[in-house]
């Protein structure tokens, strides 16, 4: 089974911005970045498949851009433009079904931070 360790969460300020990491052991079809807030359901945010193309929920786009370094083993998720609702803990994962529902992943990391701070 792929592993998958997250990093690069923190502590940030509205309006700013972070990038998280996440190492795999081997690429899976379809790699992803979700986050899941206190009381709230797990939320995906953006996939790619391994040829690029990406998808994303509506409330990030325009300010988050998911990448991968598949040379590095490593898949990325740049932040910008934070806002407080943002805040969450922020999990990757692996899967063969592309699209952002949590049933279709099923292989996780173990979650970094992410606090935005108005």
């Known amino acids: 089974q792929v592993q998958l360790v997250e990093s690069g969460g923190g502590s940030v300020q509205a309006g700013g911005s972070l990038r998280l990491s996440c190492s795999y052991s081997y690429r899976e079809y379809y790699m992803g970045w979700f986050r899941q807030a206190p009381g709230k359901e797990r939320e995906g945010v953006a996939v790619i498949r391994s040829a690029g193309s990406t998808l994303y929920v509506d409330s990030v786009k325009g300010r988050f851009t998911i990448s991968q370094d598949n040379a590095k083993n490593t898949l990325y998720l740049q932040m910008n433009s934070l806002k407080p609702e943002d805040t969450a803990m922020y999990y990757c994962?692996?899967?063969?079904?592309?699209?952002?529902?949590?049933?279709?992943?099923?292989?996780w990391g173990q979650g970094t931070q992410v606090t935005v701070s108005s």
């Open positions: 994962a692996a899967g063969r079904v592309f699209g952002l529902r949590a049933e279709y992943f099923g292989t």
